[in-house]
């Protein structure tokens, strides 16, 4: 199996590093050390997953970028590890071993980085969880039940495991446990429940709502419109468009899906149903102009982000900023999380160059922070011109801006010899500008 990381050392002074770290007097990490430092003087060719492992493997070592991602790993340069996780497992490429306890213990901090790393870490990674009884819960081989981890993140991710390989067994867990859940985990196995790919048993569906207090219950409803047949789906669409034109806003609440309620709020309704039943282009002003009449925009902000709607969220995005509603005390973040590579960046350039020096770059900072959203050329160039707006450059600190650059733009990009000299010269913590742009190449190599 290939490894990713080139010019491999495979010698390596076991006694003298074990002495390094002899003064360690926690018992758990000294094992971990001794298992890690163990693989490191086994350093050989890697095995592909195929079998139950009862004695170490052998894997390779490469040290070049040691350093680097050790570095990274430490001060949780999540865009770095997503990336290479991400790459790795694209490639089916290992982890080499002198970075598995690292990534091993970034996955236990992260649950939601912990599959793609998993992907990536090769037999000697999975041989190494399986000596920690700390980390088993991560293992492929021996899947965990959710409430044999004490530690809700764990619990939530074993759940979602579960969810992925079989959807009714996962909702019959929720059944089973059910006095055990905090009610905010409740809010996320139900909120997960709406994707399901397979139908969901109807019985078990009436078994839940029986269960469940009105809160959770209004989320029970979100699962059982999307569950709904498509015909169902389209006339409920037809019927919310009609009363939106007609300004017969609370006439949405008598749809049939909601007449086991006595009454339903207005503000209820659009946390339920698929915000993209809304925002049909010949309803879409009138409707959202209804929400900010009735101060429900975070209301209806949430239910976007509940259905991982990138073009709704983009959508909402162009509303916002024609309205002058993009702002920092307006949950933007929560909108970026849920786009994709496309949404996020035709609504980073519209905002930028829609708003020009009247921008307020507290909110743009929030809405480019997360991780996953990497830039296109386009982008990069529009926050680097940022500075020709006097009255941007006088109030924010537009470095910040800067150092995203090595880290969100494409590498392989000929936009890198466009990039001023004194915004690479910016970056320098925890690496400079070529060190970042030099290790993401060799990713892609």
């Known amino acids: 199996m290939l490894i990713m990381i080139k010019n491999e050392i495979s010698e390596f002074n076991f006694l003298e590093q074990w002495d390094k770290h002899s003064s360690v007097k926690d018992s758990t990490k000294k094992a971990n050390e001794l298992i890690r430092l163990h693989f490191l003087k086994k350093g050989a060719a890697s095995l592909e997953i195929n079998h139950a492992v009862e004695s170490p493997p052998q894997g390779k070592i490469r040290m070049d970028w040691d350093a680097f991602l050790r570095t990274m790993c430490n001060q949780e340069i999540n865009s770095i590890i997503y990336e290479y996780a991400q790459i790795a497992s694209k490639k089916n490429q290992s982890i080499p071993l002198n970075l598995l306890v690292d990534f091993i213990q970034y996955a236990d901090r992260h649950c939601e980085f912990a599959e793609n790393i998993l992907t990536s870490i090769g037999e000697c990674g999975h041989y190494l969880i399986l000596q920690n009884p700390a980390w088993q819960y991560l293992s492929l081989d ?61 019985l078990m569906l009436e078994s839940l709502k029986k269960e469940l207090k009105p809160k959770l219950k209004n989320k029970l409803y979100s699962i059982l419109f999307c569950q709904s047949s498509k015909a169902y789906i389209q006339d409920s669409c037809v019927y919310i468009h009609e009363q939106i034109k007609n300004e017969k806003f609370e006439q949405i609440c008598a749809l049939d899906i909601f007449k086991d309620y006595l009454k339903i709020e207005f503000r209820v309704v659009i946390q339920i149903l698929p915000p993209s039943c809304f925002l049909e282009e010949s309803v879409r002003i009138k409707f959202l102009d209804f929400l900010v009449k009735k101060d429900l925009l975070v209301d209806f902000t949430e239910a976007i982000a509940r259905y991982r709607d990138s073009h709704s969220a983009e959508l909402f995005c162009r509303y916002l900023i024609d309205h002058k509603l993009f702002n920092e005390e307006f949950p933007v973040e929560k909108l970026s999380k849920i786009m994709d590579y496309k949404s996020f960046n035709t609504i980073s350039l519209f905002y930028l160059r829609s708003m020009k020096e009247e921008a307020d770059l507290e909110a743009f900072l929030f809405f480019i922070k997360y991780y996953k959203h990497f830039w296109s050329d386009e982008l990069v160039m529009e926050v680097i011109q940022l500075s020709r707006y006097k009255k941007l450059d006088q109030k924010f600190n537009l470095e910040v801006f800067y150092d995203f650059i090595p880290y969100r733009m494409n590498p392989n990009s000929n936009i890198e010899f466009e990039i001023p000299a004194f915004i690479k010269e910016t970056v320098q913590l925890p690496f400079t500008f070529s060190a970042v742009i030099n290790f993401r190449k060799i990713l892609r190599k």
């Open 142 to 202: 021996k899947l965990k039940e959710p409430f044999s981890e004490k530690e809700s993140e764990k619990r939530i991710f074993l759940w979602k495991r579960m969810f992925a390989q079989n959807s009714n067994h996962a909702l019959a867990y929720i059944l089973e446990h059910f006095k055990e859940w905090t009610e905010k985990e409740l809010m996320i196995l139900l909120d997960e429940l709406k994707f399901s790919s397979d139908i969901l048993d109807e």
